[in-house]
């Protein structure tokens, strides 16, 4: 199945489902997602078709809603995931179609579970969608979002701390409204310390990302002067360095170059680093990476070495390594690395790379060269650059040679983009030496020149209405004119083809683009080519001046519309076509007229064509009267032959309906005959339906009679029903009260038994002490006689112990007594206990018997019941 088919079938599918959230519309729905996900859909956004944005629209609208079940989310996100594949597509999603609030509204939804995998999902579509693009603070759930990033960050979620400081970079770089907001929160400081505790993380990856969240927020303030003061800033190059030759991968080796870049913005930190011991074998080392064949990790490499030629102490160290031979202590390194000391070899090498997805880094290459080589002539370093030229030289003119013109709009912005870097380039060797000059001058023919030129042009005229491929072309034919400019005398022929080239016609469109342009660079390049080319005595100044004036009313017209479509949304479907007023088209006109004008300079063809055309306007008068004759001929004809096919065909219809008549009566009557014998034998039908109601009336009566009788048994039945669960429900307490009062017979029980021991040891000790007692009177009654001649004393002192013993006695008697008591205590309770017991047992035999009558009479009316339903289905049977 194609792609067309496809997104016509998701888009069906998306508006059902939006209509009506049914399984059956979700399973759906959920094929057609995996189906477009199957398919290749790269750069299917930029391509600006009504089909793909409208499906995009609802995915995203389904996306966003609260109601869309988590899986179908998922499936929404991963193909929308998918189509983000190249940075217009992710700026498509991000600008027009809302795709970052989205998300960061479902992200606000499931806060309170950040570990869910939807949750984890849209944080990492929210990091690939949010790079290198700035999101305001002010668009929709994004204060949300930061709440919720740095919720997760304080609290070390493993789960999503990973993503979330990948999204908290992105959204903190080179974004003053978001940063604000940040540092104007109340927790920021206890956020800023969380950050610097993840800078011992284990993971090279959130080192990164945590570096750049304080460069972002930090830099300007004193908690960054501190963190990135020259006592730190050493080991931080260092560790950034290492990241980057050294990262997990090619995340990591993007955002520590983002992190180089954002540092060498600071003049200070950019001072650092041109003082900074160990640089040279550090960019050894990152052109080391340059060897690998990795189009990402080499174009962030670029980007990086680009950054640091921005910075003037910078450049020439720069060139030291990739031009100039490197000491022992760096070719050690460099070896180390895989990097060898000619850095400029695999700056070459990546020109002709055949790599695909390479022409990005073809690109930052041709500029960077060209930077180098600038400086290298301020430095007079011309010695180092002449092997260099020949080397580079051909793989230059091979790019410009190896682009077809016929492909398209896609080769035409990479031969631009390859010519604007092409001519500083080449004019950078030519300001070397004498050797430089003439190596530029023999391998660069007039007839290349002439020939870039001429495509150029036609490429200007085919993609006129494109206003974007307009300043391209004009930027890549002013260097190609410039070139020729400075190799007008060194190369044959080159100079008539520059003279020729600026009294053409054509070359007014880009010269006026260039002269009314907001680059310095350009109003100047047009401004010398135009001192150049206004003594020649063909050069067309005045279009010029039309197509300046053209242009400079085509721009204001612009700054009006601009203002009034500040407050208009944006469109759903991006176009990339530059909208072309009339000014713009009026322009192409007087180019037309001018161009026929200065062709026909001669009177005598002018008169020529005067007599021409008053033949060719006889003709064409001669011409219309013949066809309109022929037309008065063939509009007669046509209404005679209109006029017969009529007669035949109103001839045919009567016939036919003539046939159909005679068909139709003798159908009616065999239908009559039908009729006839289908009604008598309907009448006869009438009458036995006739006794079959009455008799249907009296089965119906007998049924009422017995449905009034069923629902009287029926209350009859729920009446008992409900009295025996009532009973039920009595049985139930009175068996729980006798298990109760068991169970407090058996404990009185026990404790009855208990006390018969008690007394009966109670008894034997009192036997006991009877007999002692009984003893002892024996014993005083023997002693009594043989103490009569003791001493006062001991007489008083057996009286003594007499008087205790028996006080002993008396108390045991008195516990005697008390013991006793409780025995008939206890023997009254349990006769009590015994007594309650079997009225409980009384009572539990008459519930019991009444419960058996119940139960017999509820077996009755169920056997009523029963009997009557089956008689009732015998009668309707």
């Not at 969608?129 to 919720?148: A, D, H, P, V």
């Not at 309906?657 to 005959?673: F, G, I």
């Not at 039908?685 to 008799?695: G, K, L, P, W």
Request: aromatic content about 4%; charged content about 25%.
């Amino acid at each position: 199945m194609d792609l067309t088919t496809c997104l016509k079938s998701l888009l069906l599918a998306t508006h059902q489902y939006r209509d009506s959230r049914t399984a059956q519309h979700a399973a759906q729905l959920q094929k057609q997602l995996q189906e477009v996900s199957g398919l290749k859909c790269d750069h299917l956004l930029s391509s600006a078709q009504v089909l793909p944005s409208e499906c995009v629209s609802g995915l995203v609208e389904l996306a966003g809603n609260p109601n869309t079940s988590p899986d179908l989310k998922s499936s929404i996100i991963s193909l929308l995931a998918g189509l983000a594949s190249d940075d217009t597509s992710r700026e498509i999603l991000h600008s027009s179609y809302n795709l970052t609030s989205t998300l960061a509204s479902v992200i606000h939804c499931h806060s309170s579970t950040p570990g869910e995998p939807l949750v984890l999902q849209c944080l990492q579509v929210l990091q690939k969608l949010t790079y290198n693009t700035r999101t305001f603070q002010s668009t929709n759930y994004i204060n949300e979002l930061i709440s919720f990033l740095m919720t997760n960050i304080q609290a070390q979620n493993e789960a999503v701390v990973m993503p979330c400081l990948g999204l908290m970079a992105n959204l903190c770089r080179d974004n003053p409204s978001v940063q604000n907001h940040i540092k104007s929160l109340d927790n920021v400081k206890q956020f800023y310390r969380t950050l610097i505790n993840f800078l011992a993380h284990s993971s090279l990856t959130v080192v990164v990302f945590t570096l750049s969240i304080l460069a972002s927020l930090t830099l300007s303030e004193k908690v960054g002067d501190k963190l990135f003061d020259s006592k730190n800033i050493h080991q931080t190059f260092q560790l950034v360095f290492n990241i980057v030759v050294n990262g997990d991968g090619t995340l990591t080796r993007k955002y520590s170059v983002d992190l180089l870049v954002d540092l060498l913005k600071s003049p200070k930190i950019a001072d650092y680093l041109t003082r900074y011991e160990h640089f040279s074998a550090c960019v050894s080392q990152v052109l080391g990476l340059l060897r690998s064949k990795d189009p990402d990790s080499a174009a962030k490499v670029l980007e990086l070495l680009l950054a640091m030629c921005s910075v003037s102490g910078l450049r020439s160290l720069l060139c030291d390594v990739v031009f100039r031979p490197a000491g022992p202590r760096l070719r050690a390194a460099g070896r180390r690395q895989g990097a060898g000391p000619d850095g400029g070899l695999v700056l070459v090498q990546w020109l002709g790379s055949p790599v695909e997805g390479a022409e990005p880094c073809s690109l930052r290459t041709l500029q960077l060269l060209g930077e180098l080589l600038e400086s290298l002539e301020a430095e007079d370093g011309a010695e180092s650059v002449l092997g260099f030229a020949e080397m580079l030289l051909p793989v230059l003119l091979g790019l410009l040679k190896d682009l077809d013109p016929e492909k398209g709009e896609a080769h035409l912005r990479k031969l631009c983009h390859r010519i604007a870097h092409f001519g500083p380039l080449t004019l950078s060797l030519l300001s070397s030496e004498d050797s430089t000059r003439s190596l530029v001058s023999s391998q660069v023919s007039a007839q290349l020149c002439l020939s870039q030129v001429e495509s150029l042009l036609s490429f200007s005229c085919r993609f006129l209405f494109c206003f974007c491929c307009s300043q391209l072309c004009a930027e890549a034919l002013l260097k190609t004119l410039e070139l020729m400019s400075k190799l007008r005398q060194q190369v044959k022929d080159m100079e008539t083809s520059f003279y020729r080239l600026l009294q053409d016609q054509r070359i007014v469109t880009p010269l006026s683009l260039a002269l009314t342009s907001h680059h310095r660079e350009r109003v100047q390049t047009g401004l010398a080519l135009l001192f150049e080319a206004t003594p020649l005595p063909d050069f067309p100044s005045l279009v010029l001046g039309e197509s300046i004036a053209a242009n400079n009313a085509y721009r204001q017209r612009e700054a009006e519309l601009s203002i009034k479509r500040v407050a208009e949304p944006r469109p759903s479907n991006r176009s990339f076509m530059a909208p072309c007023g009339l000014d713009h088209l009026k322009l192409i006109f007087v180019f037309c007229c001018l161009q026929l004008q200065e062709q026909l300079k001669d009177s005598h063809v002018s008169e020529i064509i005067d007599v021409y055309e008053q033949k060719l306007a006889a003709f064409t008068s001669k011409e219309s009267r013949l066809q309109d004759l022929l037309e008065a001929k063939a509009l007669a004809l046509s209404q005679a032959d209109r006029l017969i096919a009529q007669y035949r065909l109103q001839r045919a219809q009567a016939e036919a309906e003539a046939r159909k008549l005679a068909s139709l009566l003798k159908d009616a009557e065999r239908r009559r005959e039908d009729l006839q014998a289908e009604l008598s034998s309907q009448v006869l039908e009438v009458e036995r339906s006739r006794t079959d109601m009455e008799e249907l009336l009296q089965h119906n009566a007998r049924l009422q009679r017995d449905s009034e009788e069923h629902q009287v048994l029926k209350g009859a039945y729920n009446a008992l029903l409900s009295r025996f669960n009532e009973s039920e429900r009595l049985l139930k307490e009175l068996q729980a009260a006798h298990a109760s009062l068991s169970k407090q017979t058996e404990t009185l029980r026990r404790n009855h038994e208990a006390l018969l021991q008690l007394q009966d040891r109670t008894a034997s000790a009192l036997e006991d002490r009877e007999q002692l007692i009984k003893s002892l009177q024996s014993d005083i009654q023997k002693k009594n006689g043989d103490i009569s001649g003791f001493c006062v004393n001991k007489i008083l002192r057996d009286q003594q112990e007499k008087k205790e013993l028996e006080e002993t006695v008396d108390v045991l008697r008195k516990e005697l007594n008390k013991t006793e008591q409780a025995r008939k205590d206890a023997s009254i309770k349990a006769s009590s206990l015994e007594l309650q017991r079997s009225q409980l047992e009384v009572r539990l035999k008459q519930k019991e018997e009444e419960l058996n009558k119940h139960s017999a009479m509820i077996a009755m009316i169920h056997s009523l019941s029963s009997g009557k339903m089956k008689s009732d289905v015998n009668l309707s049977l």
